[in-house]
């Protein structure tokens, strides 16, 4: 994986509101960038003073007419295939939950004070970002609690994705204080804190 | 695998101890909850290793105001969902052990408040206690030092406290004699050590005279000890600050110190009173009848009424029974029972000298005196009433000196510290308010005469007589009645009962009362080729005091801090 500094932009605001957005983009500019438990931020003002940061929780590719039709063709032209991919007018729709914002350089685990507005630009955070936000843990009880999400698969897989952020030496220490977080939260139920630490666990 | 994070710059590096906070490196866990009467109860943290924990250690509360001194009564493995008991996860796995283990799955404790010393730095005892979630350490050589102070003239070292060999417990003589003592514990704790180290460090430092009844031949001359190593007595140890004394010559010189023993004690039949064998009544089955019949006979025979018991006939019993209300079969009763005094060659029809006056003459030279009982050490019969022939008389001796020093203060006698083994078969609660230890142990230090009680079985001995001891140290005890008795009237007892129930069967011991500041598990010092040398720089007086502890090796220690009070460092809470 090419690691750089430049801009990874994952796509637009369609919707939004405290708790989470859906942001749009091509189906063909669809890529790694679009993993399920990435950190992304996204701003909340027009001067990026407010910058709300979420988890990919999921990735949607909506269906049209043409791309009915194109499945029950019992031959596909391979033509018809890559322009239904490539210039289709349905975005592939990516649900990112708030987990926190930063409000004037300060990383806040809360839900951020307003939604982004539509049409604003998505992207990674970078790995100084997901290090610094992963310093504290207050963060897990939003993913725990948050409904509609597959909250032990997302808190799993944004600690494992997080865990990149860290020099090698460091990830062991990292996942091990996660799960002494999540024993910590989870103890009044061992059958779904046994679950996530096999999902944690290097 | 491999993500698309953009690289993060490596000054970003972090300590990842951060992520839940540092944690100090003492600090070994917090106050979660408990109350002054049943103590605290304490979570540990993560990193603390439950078994580097016991009980009977000393731990320090770090509350704002005040640090409490603790020791640890009881350890506990708890649990945050008690459901994990019933599906324990895999701990062979490192990474669920490093998770699981601090965290789900913790250890607690629970700790007595014993003292407290206050902002001013000074202790006092425990009125309240530490708020939630205060931070709790493992107490420093610098607590302890804070609390027990430094060796010097009055402060003997006895040894160190638990887990923190580098450092020691000073013991206040001062205070220790001038109350009675006790030292407790069950067969082979070590008793008798603790009583020869305890002698060495009173008698070496002129705290004051004792008088031993020495038993089993354990404190005068060599001992042998269990390892087969021979130690050394307080006479070779002392030299002529110790007499030697033996009812049994033959014994004495078969062990080599025949030449080295002073004098011999010989008792003679008329110098043996009726109320000599008062305290013979249970071992020798004396009854009420037999010892008012003692009395009329020694009214009627006069001086050596023992001697004519022995030899009485049937004739001399009717007389006796014709011009008194005592019946011939009781008189044959103590007479049968008499007559086992004749196996006792310490006892001899006339005596030639007077063994009290020997006794008392060297007690008034400032020198303490072994008292052998050689192969009559195996009979209670003679040990108790050999101690309770010269106790009842030194004792009366030395209330007719305190009197006269009212007026005179130069005839003020010394401290004189009687120690008596078996002590259940003299304060036996039947007997003890009757008996002269009974009375030495109330009287305290009124006439300037204390006990030193060694015994296995303080059970048996007289509830108010175990009030009255000053100072209790006590080895490993199981019997529940006897750790019931030493602590009768203890602060914090029933945490200590477990201190007590898990001391080490040798060269551990709880020391508690009036000696002591507050309660203190010691592994006691080594009685060793080290032991005799700093015995011998007190007695030459060139002491060697250990450094650890801030001593300066001299009789001149810097003055002790200020915070823990003046005079003879009384740190004692009251």
């Known amino acids: 994986m090419v690691i750089n500094e430049k801009r990874h932009v994952v796509g637009r605001v369609l919707r939004a509101s405290t708790t989470g957005f859906d942001c749009g983009t091509r189906s063909s500019k669809i890529d790694d960038k679009h993993t399920f438990g990435s950190f992304v931020k996204v701003p909340i003002t027009d001067d990026e003073a407010v910058i709300a940061v979420g988890l990919i929780h999921a990735i949607r590719i909506d269906d049209d007419a043409l791309a009915r039709e194109l499945v029950m063709a019992s031959v596909v032209d391979n033509v018809a295939l890559i322009d239904q991919r490539e210039n289709r007018m349905v975005p592939v729709e990516i649900g990112v939950i708030n987990i926190g914002y930063r409000f004037n350089g300060v990383m806040v685990q809360s839900l951020p004070p307003r939604p982004p507005l539509s049409l604003s630009e998505v992207e990674l955070c970078t790995a100084d ?8 843990a207050d963060f897990f009880r939003l993913i725990l609690n948050a409904k509609e999400v597959p909250s032990d698969e997302l808190i799993a897989a944004a600690l494992n994705y997080a865990s990149y952020a860290y020099p090698e030496a460091e990830q062991y220490q990292f996942r091990v204080n996660c799960g002494r977080k999540l024993a910590m939260l989870l103890s009044n139920d061992l059958k779904r804190l046994s679950h996530v630490l096999a999902l944690i666990k290097p | ?41 304490i979570k540990l943290e993560a990193h603390q290793s439950i078994e580097d924990l016991a009980v009977g250690r000393y731990i320090v509360v770090h509350g704002d105001k005040r640090r409490f001194f603790c020791m640890i009564t009881d350890i506990v493995l708890d649990n945050s969902n008690p459901e994990i008991q019933n599906t324990p996860p895999d701990i062979s796995d490192a990474f669920f052990r490093d998770i699981y283990q601090g965290y789900a799955v913790f250890g607690k404790i629970h700790a007595q408040p014993m003292l407290v010393i206050d902002e001013d730095g000074t202790p006092k005892p425990v009125k309240t206690i530490p708020a939630h979630f205060t931070d709790v350490m493992n107490a420093t050589v610098d607590d302890v030092n804070a609390v027990f102070g430094i060796e010097d003239k009055v402060h003997f070292n006895v040894g160190s406290p638990l887990e923190l060999d580098q450092t020691q417990i000073n013991l206040n003589l001062k205070r220790l004699v ?47 000890d269990e390892r087969g190593a021979n130690s050394k007595g307080l006479k070779q140890l002392l030299g002529d600050r110790v007499s030697l004394a033996t009812l049994d010559p033959a014994s004495t010189i078969k062990r080599g110190a025949g030449s080295r023993r002073d004098f011999d004690v010989v008792i003679g039949y008329d110098e043996v009173e009726p109320e000599d064998l008062e305290m013979l009544r249970e071992t020798m089955g004396f009854t009420d009848a037999m010892l008012d019949a003692a009395r009329t006979l020694r009214g009627k025979w006069k001086g050596n009424w023992i001697g004519k018991l022995i030899d009485a006939t049937n004739e001399d019993f009717d007389e006796i029974e014709a011009t008194s209300p005592v019946r011939v079969g009781t008189l044959q009763g103590l007479q049968r029972r008499i007559q086992r005094f004749r196996k006792w060659e310490f006892l001899v029809e006339q005596s030639t000298g007077d063994s009290v006056r020997n006794v008392i003459t060297h007690i008034e030279q400032g020198k303490s005196v072994v008292l052998e009982f050689g ?144 309660p203190v598990v010691v592994k006691t010092r080594t009685y060793d080729e080290k032991f005799y040398q700093a015995i011998e720089g007190d007695i030459s007086g060139q002491p060697i005091r250990l450094a650890k502890n801030g001593g300066s090796g001299d009789d001149n220690p810097p003055p002790r801090s200020p915070k823990l009070g003046s005079g003879g460092g009384d740190r004692r809470i009251r």
């Not at chain 2, 944690?23 to 109860?41: A, E, F, H, M, T």
């Not at chain 2, 914090?492 to 201190?499: I, S, Y």
């Not at chain 2, 080490?504 to 709880?510: F, G």
């Open chain 2, 1 to 41: 695998m491999s993500l698309p994070l953009p690289k993060r710059s490596s000054t970003a590096l972090r300590d990842p101890d951060a992520f839940f906070g540092v944690q100090l490196s003492q600090k070994i866990g917090v106050v979660v909850g408990g109350s002054l009467s049943k103590g605290l109860v």
């Open chain 2, 375 to 518: 192969r009559y050490g195996n009979s209670v019969e003679a040990y108790i009433l050999v101690a309770n022939y010269l106790t009842r008389r030194i004792h009366e001796h030395y209330v007719d000196k305190v009197e006269r020093a009212l007026g005179d203060a130069g005839l003020e006698p010394n401290q004189l510290l009687i120690v008596i083994e078996e002590a259940h078969k003299f304060l036996d609660p039947r007997i003890a308010s009757q008996t002269i230890f009974g009375t030495i142990a109330r009287e305290l230090r009124k006439y300037k005469v204390t006990l030193m009680i060694v015994d296995q079985r303080p059970s048996g001995i007289d509830e108010e007589v175990m009030s009255q001891i000053g100072t209790r140290i006590t080895a490993l005890l199981d019997n529940e009645r006897d750790i019931a008795a030493v602590l009768t009237g203890i602060n914090g007892a029933a945490g200590l009962r477990e201190v007590l129930a898990r001391l080490d069967t040798k060269q551990q011991a709880i020391i508690m009362g009036h000696a002591v500041p507050m």
């Open chain 1, 129 to 136: 970002e997901v290090y610094e936000f992963t310093q504290r």
């Open chain 2, 178 to 224: 001038e109350r009675s003592i006790g030292i407790f514990g069950k067969s082979g704790t070590g008793k008798s050590f603790l009583t020869r180290l305890m002698l060495a460090g009173i008698i070496a430092r002129d705290q004051a005279c004792a008088l031993i009844f020495d038993m089993h031949n354990d404190y005068g001359w060599a001992v042998v």
